[in-house]
DNA sequence: TAGCTGACTTTGGGCTTCCTAAGTCAGCCG
DNA sequence: CGGCTGACTTAGGAAGCCCAAAGTCAGCTA
């Protein structure tokens, strides 16, 4: 790995993980769909208005989420309805909350003057945040990350 | 606190931190860029080579970031060359790691076999990933965190 | 001083994403 | 059985994002 880092002409942009993570998740209307699934939102005329998205993209995103395995489709029916389809987060798509959490902390410091919705630990009540932790239990603040090459490249 | 969730029409859609996030990073090329800036690119060139981008796409997202701050454009000049600029991460941009550690994560999880580049703690070698943490220091699960309202809601 | 190179900009065109407005369709309610 | 409502789909058009190809411009290098 001697050169690893000047090597990345070779492995930055093919199989990329942020690349293809963002072929799924990669515009606006799809993650804040999740982030509504991720408060409860099931139905769909609920995801349209709050999203703040015509129907018409409200379902083609819908249908995506729901081929890419993030959302499921299901029946459900209120007393006294008749029988509607809701979409709730499969575990592929809660996986995403991280994505989210980190996205509403940017947004909360730069991007907004006063945070409209706070995260906190269910058992303890203190503000949750998202840390970068190694698998030995350290907290690993931004510039102790080392970049290495990954299994994908390693048997050359 | 009533029924907070259950308002979310109010709250959800204006003022949100995550929607605010994505007007600046909400497209793919820009996430790729800064992406790339996090590897240490520094060139015009290779940040359109490298993300795969034409160069006047890559000018115009670049320009955009430096004006958004969250990269700085500053002259350098390398020996026996002229003056040149290059493009580095500010505070604002490093604080996106998290959001490009998570994308990462899931990437590699869903979207790719085999993971090309592998993030590991420089003092002890583990590997590093993207974790919720409560202020008091415990892990939180995704299970247990609680929504509630923030300081932009609170006065009413 | 003429050429070369890195770093762009300009031009012109195509695809994707979004909108509004209007239409469809199923099934409970009266 | 006719209307209403929730959950969409269809049609037509505006806007944004992307591309390739070609042009510009500054300042080392010969």
Chains 1, 2 share one sequence.
């Not at 799809?30 to 769909?44: C, K, M, Q, V, Y």
């Not at 003057?113 to 269910?122: I, K």
């Not at 998202?130 to 239990?137: F, K």
């Amino acid at each position: 790995m001697t050169d690893f880092l000047a090597q990345r002409d070779f492995w930055s942009t093919a199989n990329c993980s942020i690349a293809r993570a963002l072929e799924v998740v990669g515009n606006r209307t799809t993650l804040l769909l999740l982030r509504e699934a991720s408060f409860g939102t099931r139905r769909f005329d609920d995801f349209a208005r709050r999203v703040g998205v015509s129907e018409p993209v409200a379902a083609t995103r819908l249908k995506q989420l729901v081929a890419d395995g993030l959302l499921d489709r299901r029946p459900y029916r209120e007393p006294g309805q008749r029988t509607r389809d809701e979409y709730v987060l499969t575990a592929k798509g809660r996986d995403l909350l991280p994505v989210l959490a980190a996205l509403r902390e940017w947004g909360d410091a730069y991007a907004v003057e006063e945070p409209s919705v706070r995260l906190a630990h269910h058992d303890c009540g203190a503000a949750v945040h998202v840390a970068l932790r190694c698998a030995a239990g350290h907290d690993v603040p931004a510039d102790q990350v080392d970049l290495l090459p990954g299994p994908g490249l390693l048997p050359s």
